[in-house]
């Protein structure tokens, strides 16, 4: 870390960030904490590349390259859990701790796929969380299966959070409640298949700058597919935090 700081130190005016999610969550931790103010661009060469896909940088490297050097400097959002900088999303739950399992080889030859099969293969015997949320717009005290917060929409490229936008200076909290098994798994091929933008039952979703969560039993919590922060956590966004390079959007006609 000391020496990328030191490195991005001496005159560079840009970053770029080849790899998925949780590298481009270890280099902007790094950024921020040193001070560092650049504008960063992601080549997309992870798994997921759920931010990527946000900022709109396309799949295909070398029309990502172009897109690249012909994008524009905007400041977007960052996700702040526990005092970790998330870009994308924070999670506890079911899949939370499956892209931490799951092995590379896997998923580079499986992509997505390794995600949800990890997660749902863990269904069965997976147990419910109870959990608390204190916001000025939503309070929640019961059941959980899975909980994100996005700064972004997707994870895993499923799309949970339709209306999300990085520049809002809001995250969305989404709570799937899992009160029954046979429910849940309709839920989430639900969102697989991404074919409306309404929620179904059993989910509770809304938008806030500023959460507490707490868990009432010790949970595993990720963050950009890496080790989160343990309960209780604040969750907060910093509007405005990143400097990114974006393509440039067509004109509409």
């Known amino acids: 870390p000391e020496l990328i700081a030191d490195l991005l130190g001496h005159g560079y005016r840009h970053v770029l960030v080849a790899g998925g999610d949780g590298t ?25 590349n759920d931010f990527a896909g946000m900022l709109g940088v396309p799949g295909d490297i070398s029309r990502a390259c172009r897109a690249i050097l012909d994008g524009e400097d905007q400041r977007v959002d960052l996700g702040v859990a526990g005092g970790e900088r998330f870009v994308n999303v924070f999670s506890c739950g079911l899949f939370t701790d499956v892209s931490q399992k799951t092995p590379t080889v896997l998923k580079n030859n499986f992509g997505k796929l390794a995600y949800y099969f990890g997660g749902l293969g863990e269904l069965p015997n997976f147990r419910k969380m109870h959990i608390t949320i204190r916001s000025e717009e939503v309070d929640y005290d019961g059941t959980s299966l899975i909980f994100f917060v996005f700064n972004g929409r997707t994870a895993g490229k499923m799309r949970f959070a339709y209306s999300a936008e990085i520049d809002d200076g809001l995250l969305d909290v989404i709570v799937i409640k899992g009160d029954r098994p046979i429910e849940t ?13 309404d929620y179904p039952a059993g989910i509770v979703h809304f938008k806030s700058r500023d959460i507490l969560l707490h868990s009432y039993n010790e949970e595993t919590t990720d963050i950009d597919g890496q080790p989160g922060p343990r309960f209780p956590v604040r969750i907060a966004c910093e509007p405005g935090a990143l400097r990114v390079i974006c393509p440039q959007k067509k004109p509409k006609k």
Do not use: W
């Open 24 to 48: 481009v969550n270890y280099v902007v931790g790094i950024m921020k904490h040193h001070g560092i103010d650049l504008p960063v661009a992601v080549l997309p060469t992870g798994t997921a």
């Open 185 to 197: 798994v309709r839920t989430i091929f639900h969102f697989i298949k991404r074919n409306t933008k």
